[in-house]
């Protein structure tokens, strides 16, 4: 996209406002007689009001008129060059490459080899894997798409997909580096990141065993059922069944038109439906966070608690324990501003660990027919928080006390 990133989000951002009116306020016919197009525009107030807010946030920063501070390099350009430009790209050739990790054969192999693990410590099937895999070396949102249309076909149960869409879909590895340095603990990245992954492995035990991911039924979508993956094999090897599965999956596997039309779905689904609204949050976020103390106030009982944990500059930490809900970015940025490595240490760890961020995950869950609500997410947002500060406290003790 070159030096015409930001042009392309916001124009794309005002081609979604105006289909949104379109289709909502003004109900088009074209609109309303195609499927896809109407699930797409055709919308509850909250997220007309979302779209129209983060196309106007936009248009602000672009033209760069109105107040200063959504206008700013600290607002605006953090959400409209930082991330947006950089989110759009990474939907791009994900969404377009991803039936290829999806539909040839990838998932059941490798959800094969990885079954029993995944079964015995996760309750869920091995395909989970690919979505780990996806969101570790992609985005999480690439993850979480994934478990979307796994859910959509019948691989996956209600309860599955919403314990793998909280708690796998987790950020990418490039992202976890950028998170160490800007909360200016890089020299420390590879003790930091294990103990990342041990609270996240330790967040994917216990939070699916708890209300209210623990109270999902086990049964699929409406019309499906399990498919040929989950009926036992009998061959002479764990490695012979993964082979096989996956061979027998090529045979079904989509052409070229089927190939490129699932690829530009899943694409116009990202575009349309979740970076407008996902951008307006992030902008809310970013004036929340740092230009008013509703954070500081909400997270003042914590302050004793990460005290307790002997965490040095525990009042302006605190804070970061909650913005990551509206934001990843928010934990790491307020670590930069914390002189010591211990309580940087722990914030950069909850932007990895939470998951839950509304301006990206929680837009896309919300969006999707994944049967989890908007308070569901808060819940688990909390629960996540709870379990994995103390294993980050812990780890920040270990490697920088």
């Keep these: 996209m070159g030096d015409y990133g930001l042009h392309i989000v916001v124009s794309l951002m005002m081609t979604t406002s105006i289909l949104t009116l379109m289709g909502t306020t003004l109900r ?35 033209f ?32 377009l490459l991803l039936p290829l990790i999806t539909d040839f054969g990838l998932m059941e192999f490798v959800g094969t080899l990885a079954g029993p693990t995944f079964k015995k410590w996760f309750r869920l099937p091995g395909r989970a894997a690919i979505d780990s895999i996806a969101s570790f070396v992609g985005a999480a949102s690439i993850g ?15 309860r599955q997909a919403s314990v793998i869409a909280t708690n796998f879909s987790v950020v990418s590895l490039p992202f ?18 294990a103990f990342v992954v041990l609270a996240c492995l330790v967040a994917a035990l216990i939070t699916p065993r708890l209300p209210p991911l ?26 012979t069944e993964a082979w096989d599965r996956a061979i027998e999956r090529t ?46 106030w909400l997270s003042f009982p914590f302050v004793i608690i990460l005290e307790l944990g002997q965490l040095p500059e525990a009042a302006a930490a605190a804070p970061g324990l909650f913005s990551g809900f509206l934001d990843q970015y928010m934990p790491a940025i307020a670590a930069a501003s914390i002189d010591s490595q211990v309580t940087s240490f722990v914030l950069a760890g909850l932007s990895v660990c939470q998951i839950i961020f509304m301006s990206e995950v929680g837009v896309i869950i919300l969006r999707s ?33």
């Design 176 to 193: 976890s580096i950028a998170v160490a340095t800007v909360a200016g603990i890089q020299e420390l990245f590879i003790a930091w990141y």
């Design 28 to 62: 088009v016919g074209w609109i309303q007689k195609h499927e896809r197009l109407r699930e797409l525009f055709n919308v509850p107030v909250i997220w007309v009001v979302l779209r129209l807010l983060g196309t106007l946030f936009g248009l602000i920063y672009l």
């Design 251 to 296: 045979r079904t596997a989509p052409g070229v038109r089927q190939f490129f039309a699932t690829g530009i779905t899943n694409l116009m689904f990202f575009v349309f439906s979740v970076i407008t609204a996902a951008m307006a949050l992030a902008t809310i976020a970013a004036l929340l966070t740092f230009h008013t103390p509703i954070f500081t």
């Design 214 to 239: 623990s109270r999902k039924r086990d049964s699929y979508v409406a019309g499906l059922g399990e498919d040929a993956n989950h009926i036992p094999w009998h061959s002479q090897s764990l490695l």
């Design 144 to 158: 979480l798409l994934i478990t979307i249309g796994q859910y959509e076909r019948g691989n996956y149960t209600a």
């Design 64 to 95: 760069q008129f109105g107040p200063e501070l959504l206008k700013s390099e600290s607002v605006g350009g953090a959400v409209f060059v930082d991330i947006a430009v950089n989110v759009l790209s990474v939907y791009i050739g994900a969404c």
């Design 369 to 401: 027919s994944l049967p989890i609500s908007f308070t569901e997410l808060v819940i688990i947002f909390l629960l996540r928080t709870v379990i994995v500060t103390p294993v980050l406290i812990v780890g920040a003790h270990i490697v920088v006390g």
